[in-house]
C-alpha cells in the first residue's frame, strides 16, 4: 500500500471525528470556519481512501464481495480481516507522532515490512504475527507519522 | 499543558451502544468498506459470524478521546494498541487512563483500556504525551 498523495482536508477530518463520536471543536474547522484543524490521532488511517490499489474498497467495474442479490457477490469472497491483509487479522496498531498533523498537509507515505514470530494457539494451531511500517512524509519530505501494523494469520490445524 | 502524577485517572464513557449505522459512518469515513463491520448477511451467511462488528480501529479511534480531552490533540507523542475483543452493535465502550508514568521531560506515559458492559476489555493501549 503505497500511497502518493493524501491530502489531509478539514471536511474529511470533521466526517472521521463523527464517525469515532469525537466532538471536539479542533476537529471541526470545516463547520465553524477555524483555520487550524487538527487531525484526530488515528486519522492517519483514512489513507486507505488514498492509495489506488486498497482491496477493501469496492473498484468501479469490478465485483465486488459483498452482498447484492445473495450474500456474496464473488463466490470465492472472504476475505477477512484489515491491516493483516487477505484473511489475515488486525492484531495491533501503534503511531508515532513526530509532529501534530493538520488540514492543508499533504502526505506521502511508503511502507516495509517489519519483523515476523510465530505463537502456538491456544487452539493448537500456529498463529503467525507479521509487521508492518507506514511511514507518513509531508510535502517537504519530514516525517509526520509513524505507523506499526501488526497483522496475525491462524494457520489452521490439519484435520 | 496538563500536569498530572502517576496514579492519575480519567474514565470516559465512549458510547452508550455502538449502533450499525456509526459502523458505516466509519466505513465511510476511513475507507474501510469490509463488508463484515457493516453488510448483515455476508457477516452472518458468508463469514459466519453472528451479526457485523465493529472495525479495531473505530474502537480504538473511539478511544482516543480519553486521551485527547485530557491533553488535547496536539499533545500525543504516541498511542498504540492491541486488539483483544471483538465489538458488536449495542456495545457500551467506557476507556480508563491511567498515568503510569511521568518522566523529567514531563513527558507522561498512559496504560489505557477499554472495557465493554460486560467488563471485559476489548482494547488495551499505551500512549505517551506532552505535559510539560
Known amino acids: ?159 | 499543558m496538563t500536569q498530572v502524577r502517576t496514579g492519575d485517572v480519567k474514565e470516559l464513557v465512549l458510547t452508550d451502544g455502538v449502533t450499525r449505522t456509526q459502523l458505516v459512518q466509519y466505513a465511510g469515513a476511513s475507507g474501510d468498506y469490509n463488508p463484515l463491520h457493516s453488510d448483515e448477511r455476508f457477516a452472518t451467511e458468508v463469514a459466519g459470524f453472528p451479526s457485523v462488528f465493529a472495525h479495531g480501529m473505530l474502537t480504538m479511534g473511539m478511544t482516543g478521546r480519553v486521551i485527547t480531552d485530557w491533553f488535547g490533540p496536539e499533545a500525543v507523542l504516541t498511542f498504540g494498541g492491541r486488539f483483544v475483543g471483538q465489538v458488536w452493535p449495542g456495545d457500551q465502550l467506557t476507556a480508563t487512563a491511567t498515568v503510569t508514568g511521568v518522566r523529567d521531560d514531563g513527558v507522561a506515559e498512559l496504560a489505557i483500556s477499554t472495557t465493554n458492559q460486560a467488563g471485559d476489555v476489548v482494547l488495551s493501549a499505551t500512549a505517551t504525551v506532552r505535559t510539560g
Do not use: C
Request: hydrophobic share 35%; net charge neutral.
Open chain 1, 1 to 159: 500500500m503505497a500511497v502518493e498523495r493524501f491530502p489531509v482536508e478539514a471536511g474529511h477530518i470533521m466526517l472521521f471525528a463523527r464517525a469515532i463520536g469525537d466532538a471536539n471543536p479542533a476537529y471541526y474547522g470545516a463547520l465553524t470556519g477555524a483555520a487550524d484543524v487538527l487531525a484526530p490521532p488515528t486519522f492517519v488511517q483514512a489513507s486507505a481512501q488514498f492509495d489506488p490499489d486498497y482491496p477493501l474498497r469496492p473498484k468501479i467495474g469490478e465485483a465486488w464481495f459483498g452482498s447484492g442479490r445473495e450474500a456474496t457477490g464473488r463466490p470465492q469472497g472472504g476475505a477477512a480481516g484489515g491491516g493483516g491483509g487477505g484473511t489475515g487479522l488486525h492484531a495491533e496498531q501503534h503511531f508515532t507522532y513526530h509532529r501534530p498533523l493538520r488540514a492543508g498537509d499533504v502526505l506521502h507515505a511508503t511502507n516495509r515490512s517489519g519483523e515476523r514470530w510465530e505463537k502456538q494457539g491456544r487452539r493448537g494451531g500456529t498463529l503467525v504475527f507479521s509487521e508492518f511500517i507506514t511511514e507518513y512524509r509531508d510535502a517537504a519530505g519530514e516525517l509526520v507519522v509513524t505507523a506499526r501494523t501488526v497483522g496475525v494469520q491462524t494457520e489452521k490445524v490439519p484435520g
